[in-house]
T-cell receptor, first 114, second 112 residues
């Protein structure tokens, strides 16, 4: 089955800095890579996703890049703000067999200091 | 807006009790999932269902069972609760393959 590794487990930045979270996956059949944000005490919510037919996607201060050859994808947050503080999860899923079930990374706790 | 609702936010049960966690979604989604969330371990899949009465084991099914009698409802059952099942349980649903998962608010279960 799919295995998703996520780093770092904790990331501390100053407000205004950029933050980068990296994930690697093992199954070359995976072709959908969502990112979820979970604020303290709340449910995870999708913030951005990317499919394997594109290499990069942006939404305001958030961007995701995908390198299918190396089997890794990254979340980039620019001009971080205190409200970006949360746990971020990456996930990977494919279309074959049961691989459409998303497999999640262990999460990154992002702390943005004012 | 898609709504995924879990029946309880907090639950305290005794060791050996049979525990039912209920999840309901209102968007006619095909897929429903139960995850367990523990610090440092992320979201681990317990069971999932892609249709009524269909269920598949996830990564950590031991000690759990599920039931999906209606499309909108997916229940997680702890046959005999143990202290190592103390955790946050998250239900999720999605309409198809490789699509966004919508999560419930979570149930914090404590087994004493």
């Amino acid at each position: 089955g799919e295995n998703v590794e996520q780093h770092p487990s904790t990331l501390s930045v100053q407000e205004g800095d950029s933050a980068v979270i990296k994930c690697t996956y093992s199954d070359s059949a995976s072709n959908y890579f969502p990112w979820y944000k979970q604020e303290l005490g709340k449910r995870p919510q999708l913030i951005i996703d990317i499919r394997s037919n594109v290499g990069e996607k942006k939404d305001q201060r958030i961007a995701v890049t995908l390198n299918k050859t190396a089997k890794h994808f990254s979340l980039h947050i620019t001009e971080t703000q205190p409200e970006d503080s949360a746990v971020y999860f990456c996930a990977a899923s494919g279309l074959s067999g049961g691989s459409y079930i998303p497999t999640f990374g262990r999460g990154t706790s992002l702390i943005v200091h004012p | 807006d898609v709504k995924v609702t879990q029946s309880s936010r907090y639950l305290v049960k005794r060791t050996g009790e049979k525990v039912f966690l209920e999840c309901v979604q209102d968007m006619d989604h095909e897929n429903m999932f139960w995850y367990r969330q523990d610090p440092g371990l992320g979201l681990r899949l317990i069971y999932f269902s892609y249709d009524v009465k269909m269920k598949e084991k996830g990564d950590i099914p031991e000690g759990y069972s599920v039931s999906r009698e209606k499309k909108e409802r997916f229940s997680l059952i702890l046959e005999s609760a143990s202290t190592n099942q103390t955790s946050m349980y998250l239900c999720a649903s999605s309409w198809g393959r490789n699509t966004e998962a919508f999560f419930g608010q979570g149930t914090r279960l404590t087994v004493v």
